[in-house]
């Protein structure tokens, strides 16, 4: 299949607030914002020709969350191969796939997508801050940190510049496995070349 903008839209928010189960069975967005996951759907059906099934509330302890699901084996088979992580993503490896990372074009509407679902814009401050943060199990950490400079190379390849990775504290999980917050921000003379550049998509 064509490697296109829209596929990058749909790698880039399985990524973060998405989920391709361990059977290959099923893929899935989640969100609190239904009018996201109706246009993500629009996107999985003009890609793929594949329908999906909304579920409202659906987001266990995150009652407000709701999951658009697609039934494909073969759709999620060929979503791992163009790089797609399989399961929790806070308990493996992975990096940015080179077919977007080596294309400006793809690269920037991956961040774009990524800072919708996982960065937030903290305007109760003289100063708003735009800050991007992952979980990581604490035994991968390093890749945690490897995959986040690789957004922030993207960034400053779109002349935005941020703070260096930083690593939190880890907190234990109820499963026992420590899971540490790894985070960055742009610099605050950035947040209007961020906003030029990449787009705020909330």
């Not at 999906?52 to 658009?68: A, E, F, M, S």
């Not at 294309?103 to 509407?109: V, W």
Request: proline share 2%; hydrophobic share 40%; aromatic share 12%.
């Amino acid at each position: 299949m064509k490697k296109d903008l829209d596929l990058v839209r749909i790698c880039s928010f399985l990524f973060f607030d998405g989920h391709i189960y361990k059977t290959h069975k099923c893929f899935y967005f989640s969100s609190n914002d239904l009018k996201m996951l109706e246009k993500m759907a629009e996107i999985v059906n003009k890609k793929f020709s594949l329908q999906g099934k909304l579920y409202i509330n659906d987001g266990g302890v995150k009652k407000n969350t709701h999951k658009y699901r697609f039934f494909s084996k073969k759709i999620c088979d060929y979503l791992i191969s163009v790089g797609v992580p399989v399961g929790a993503k806070t308990d493996q490896e992975f990096l940015i796939p080179k077919w977007i990372l080596n294309n400006r074009e793809f690269a920037r509407e991956f961040v774009k997508f990524a800072y919708y679902c996982e960065g937030s814009m903290k305007e109760n401050r003289k100063t708003p801050r735009i800050t991007f943060n992952i979980n990581k199990s604490e035994r991968l950490v390093k890749n945690g940190v490897k995959f986040c400079n690789q957004l922030r190379h993207i960034l400053v390849k779109n002349n935005v510049v941020t703070t260096p990775v930083g690593i939190h504290a880890p907190k234990t999980r109820a499963d026992g496995i420590a899971v540490n917050m790894i985070r960055f921000r742009v610099i605050t003379k950035d947040n209007n070349n961020f906003i030029n550049e990449i787009g705020w998509i909330k």
